[in-house]
């Protein structure tokens, strides 16, 4: 297969875009299950967050598991053979670097929660579902920043780009994601809790006529 492979891909890369595929087809179905009386934006955020949680919990999870009890690198099975393969591009993944391991803890447990309630407050339309979307978006844009600014400071020497696949859908695509939609929802916080204020000036604006 790799002989007929697009130059940059083998087996395992194709495999892991395929599992990354099955993981966004099931946040899809989730959505159309249980999102289907929201309005079209949140059915996006709904998306996104079924998305997020998914990854959350059945990619990011294990590979804490095995950096826990030992490497990417001396683990087996085919979530190890899908890490092996992103530590390609990045090799920090590849033998339980402890920033890397931290922020990924971190992901897992409270990243996942919050997706979880966040979800669960866009559904039932709760009144804290905005701090908890402004939350999740900080916390994800952090780890964000947490995982790349270290290596970028010391001149990348863990990063591999010479590879199409390693730059552009490992590095830029896959991490570009969890940048461009929490800035995208803190966007639509920023001007969800605006009309709010609004209403209630204009609440406040009547009461007094």
Request: aromatic fraction near 12%; proline fraction near 4%; glycine fraction near 6%.
């Amino acid at each position: 297969m790799d002989s007929v492979a697009p130059p940059g891909l083998s087996l395992v890369s194709v495999l892991s875009l395929l599992a990354c595929g099955i993981q966004l087809l099931a946040a899809v179905l989730l959505t159309h299950r249980y999102g289907g009386r929201s309005s079209a934006e949140d059915r996006w955020v709904l998306l996104w967050l079924f998305y997020d949680v998914i990854v959350h919990l059945t990619l990011e999870g294990p590979f804490v598991y095995m950096s826990v009890v030992g490497t990417v690198e001396t683990s087996e099975g085919p979530l190890a053979e899908l890490w092996k393969e992103y530590s390609k591009a990045d090799s920090r993944w590849l033998i339980s670097d402890p920033t890397i391991v931290s922020i990924e803890i971190i992901t897992v447990v409270l990243d996942s929660l919050l997706g979880l309630l966040l979800i669960h407050a866009v559904l039932k339309d709760k009144y804290y579902r905005h701090l908890l979307q402004v939350s999740l978006s900080v916390c994800e844009l952090y780890g964000g920043w947490m995982t790349f600014c270290p290596d970028w400071l010391t001149g990348s020497p863990h990063l591999d780009t010479s590879n199409w696949i390693h730059l552009w859908v490992y590095l830029v695509f896959f991490n570009g994601v969890w940048v461009l939609v929490p800035v995208l929802l803190l966007v639509q916080s920023w001007f969800s809790l605006k009309r709010l204020h609004e209403l209630r000036w204009d609440d406040d604006i009547n009461k007094k006529k």
